[in-house]
């Protein structure tokens, strides 16, 4: 009698190994047929393929969180609106503890139509848990002709009555203040330079 089954089609498994040889993965492991994987050995494979799938997934989200924090893809916030982060340049004691806890005040309101401070406008800040009025005197946004551009948002802190809490101005003063602020002649009086 003649066999009338057919010859099954190789079922071997081929990978290249780290040389770039050509390897396979079945034969006469596990008492099978020639050619065959065990059940067992096939799900020890599919297990190490998901757990090596699960692996470079984690590495992959890592890799992308860490370069993404690496540099800032958004324009820096250069005008001063509500919530911008601004630095105290008098020489104030609540100024000063602010820096020195590394907590920046906050804008919660410009006195403006626009919402928008410029040099020489007032705010209201939020600092160490207080309120206070500040005024601004030097920002990053550019300004008209002739006028400076700092590297921060620069402010000086004011009483209620309108006066300075510090009695000295750390960082140079654009000219325009004179101008603009004439009603601050003691913030004018307390600046040390003028630029």
């Known amino acids: ?19 770039g040889q050509k390897r396979s993965v079945g034969g006469n ?30 590495v992959i989200s890592i ?7 690496m540099f800032s893809t958004t324009d820096p916030a250069a005008a001063i609106y509500r919530m911008t982060r601004l630095r105290v340049v008098d020489n104030s004691s609540l100024g000063e503890e602010s820096v020195r806890r590394g907590k920046p005040p906050r804008v919660i309101h410009v006195y403006k139509k626009n ?20 005024l601004i005197v030097g920002h990053k946004m550019e300004g ?10 620069n ?8 006066n300075p809490t510090g009695t000295r101005i750390k960082v140079p003063v654009p000219s325009l203040l004179r101008k603009k602020a004439a009603d601050q002649s003691k913030v004018l009086a307390i600046a040390s330079r003028f630029i």
């Open 144 to 153: 008209p002709r002739m006028t400076p551009k700092f590297d921060s948002n």
């Open 29 to 58: 492991e596990g008492g099978g047929r020639p050619g065959n994987i065990s059940a067992a050995h096939q799900m020890a494979l599919v297990r190490g393929l998901a757990g090596l799938q699960q692996q470079l997934q984690h």
């Open 115 to 134: 919402s928008i401070g410029k040099v020489g406008d007032k705010v209201l800040v939020a600092i160490m848990g207080q309120k206070k009025k500040a």
């Open 63 to 69: 890799q992308n969180t860490c370069c993404s924090r």
């Open 155 to 162: 402010i000086i802190l004011l009483e209620d009555s309108g």
């Open 1 to 19: 009698m003649r066999s009338t089954a057919q010859p099954r089609s190789g079922t071997d498994l081929h990978f290249r190994d780290w040389e």
